[in-house]
């Protein structure tokens, strides 16, 4: 017989991004094969034999969190300032990607990733790695870990240093024996193709990673207009293409499966472009911030529903998801049930996976976090969502749920 499981909490889920609800005497009943059977006010509850998982007095449950868009190469560079992105990427990044040649490096640093992402009750992750050593070892210990990926190989072959710069030929080949071996076999796991940013891809490499997105149907992660240099590059490499979103598009790669980051400087024709090919925009504030890269136009991107929330770890220092929504907060003053639907439903959207994850509803995955707020007054969910966001130092993560699974602690 299936087993199943019960935890008595409060819940409080994203419904809209006008809409969050706070459950006082929530229920959650999943079972072990990870499918919610039923979420909602306990009394209302069907009377199911289960096993109740003892959780602390108070605590309350949120499904899981869902970074769009994040760097798993980067970890050990976070919070190297002092530069801005042209400089930032040549002083602290492009060496810190070149280690993942070796796959006892990305291995151990994959590992530390996942443990953080998972401690951050982020349970779904969009995210760049370098090389095939570093996509192998970023699959594997994902699945160990137990969370939920998109994994993408980060393409280069210009304006970087040697090492780290691919054949196009020699890259795709290599990203088709990847896809093989690795996208959807877990179900909980895909393959992506990033290539970087238009300054460090020729043409050439472009088409190549957008035919190759196009032909396996797989999603697409790159940067568009973060920096005003960075555009200043573009003009000068691409000089007969009329704009940055357009040397995307003549390469393919704007579709409804591309998550572009950043986004700050796209003027009005370049948004209706992207708009109009469907593809997701992650706001990157915390590392908007860090690289003093501009101000996100959110309110330009009011009822665009494809848009979602990214760490953009090392540029963003913290993992945390409510560190992103505080940060995107006080760039652009935004209702805080926006904030969390971006980084659970919005999210789930975003990446094309809300069918099975963002909310906790009947038939959706057992994705989700414990917390336990300490000094929490009378919560409706306004309070919770004050409370989460911006009071980091009485905030605790108690237990990470993949699946119905616990992934963390993992002890
Ligand atoms: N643009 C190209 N590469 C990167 C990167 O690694 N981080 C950020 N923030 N922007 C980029
Ligand atoms: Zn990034």
Known sequence: MVKRYQINAGILNPESPQKCRFIKDGVLIFNEDGHILYCGQRKQAPLLD???????????????LIDCHTHLSQYYVRGRSGDTLLGWLKNHIFPAERKFKDTKHAALVSKKFYQRLLSNGITCAALYTNYGAGVRAAFEQAERAGVRAIIGYTLMDRNVPKELKQDPEVAMEECRRLYERYHKASGRLFFSINPRFAPSCSPKLLKAAGDFANKYDVHIQTHISENL??????KRLFP???????VYDRA???????????????????RLLVQKRGCAMVHCPSSNLFLHSGRFPVEQWEDYPRLALGSDVGA????????VMRDAYYINIMPLAQLFYLATLGGAKTLGLEKNIGSLKAGKQADF??????DMQAPGSEELLYDLIFKWDQR?????????RRVWPNC
Do not use: C, W
């Open 252 to 270: 393919g790669l704007l579709t409804p499966r591309t998550l572009l980051a950043h986004g700050i400087h796209l003027s009005r024709s370049e």
């Open 50 to 64: 289960s096993t109740k998982i003892k959780v602390p007095a108070n605590a309350f449950i949120i499904p899981g």
């Open 240 to 246: 007969k293409t009329k704009s940055y979103a357009e």
């Open 229 to 234: 240099q960075e555009l200043a590059e573009v």
């Open 369 to 374: 976090s414990v917390i336990r707020m300490s």
């Open 316 to 323: 963003g220092p913290s993992f945390s998801m409510f560190d």
């Open 396 to 404: 605790e993560i108690v237990q990470v749920f993949v699946a119905g």
